[in-house]
């Protein structure tokens, strides 16, 4: 013999849920719903992770530039103090051989 279970759920929910079993016995309706969402719920998954990984790899990129941009800066600025440098040791010598 089959025991059998209320389960509680809000009045709108089992509107929306009635509607969605049409004729068929709640048993095949409720045990059908499962596996599908199940899928849903991992083709969900699988899109939030291919979302984040897109992202996660837009901002590396974007990481990536801003520290190429800081390191020419970088090198900008060095090279300017070495021609600086060179042109006042250059200055530096003129003077001295006057």
């Given at each position: 013999?089959?025991?059998?279970?209320?389960?509680s759920?809000?009045?709108?929910?089992k509107?929306?849920?009635?509607?969605?079993?049409?004729e068929?016995?709640?048993?095949?309706?409720?045990?059908?719903?499962?596996?599908?969402?199940?899928?849903?719920?991992?083709?969900?998954i699988?899109r939030?992770?291919?979302?984040?990984?897109?992202?996660?790899?837009?901002?590396?990129?974007?990481?990536?530039?801003?520290?190429?941009?800081?390191?020419?800066?970088?090198?900008?600025?060095?090279?300017?103090?070495?021609i600086i440098?060179?042109?006042?040791?250059?200055?530096?010598?003129?003077?001295?051989?006057?």
């Open positions: 013999m089959t025991k059998y279970e209320t389960i759920i809000p009045a709108d929910v509107k929306i849920l009635r509607n969605a079993k049409g068929r016995e709640w048993e095949e309706f409720l045990l059908n719903l499962y596996p599908s969402l199940e899928i849903e719920g991992q083709a969900s699988r939030a992770s291919t979302i984040a990984n897109k992202r996660r790899s837009e901002t590396n990129a974007r990481i990536q530039q801003r520290i190429q941009r800081q390191v020419l800066t970088q090198m900008n600025l060095f090279d300017t103090e070495i440098e060179l042109l006042r040791v250059k200055n530096i010598r003129k003077a001295a051989s006057e």
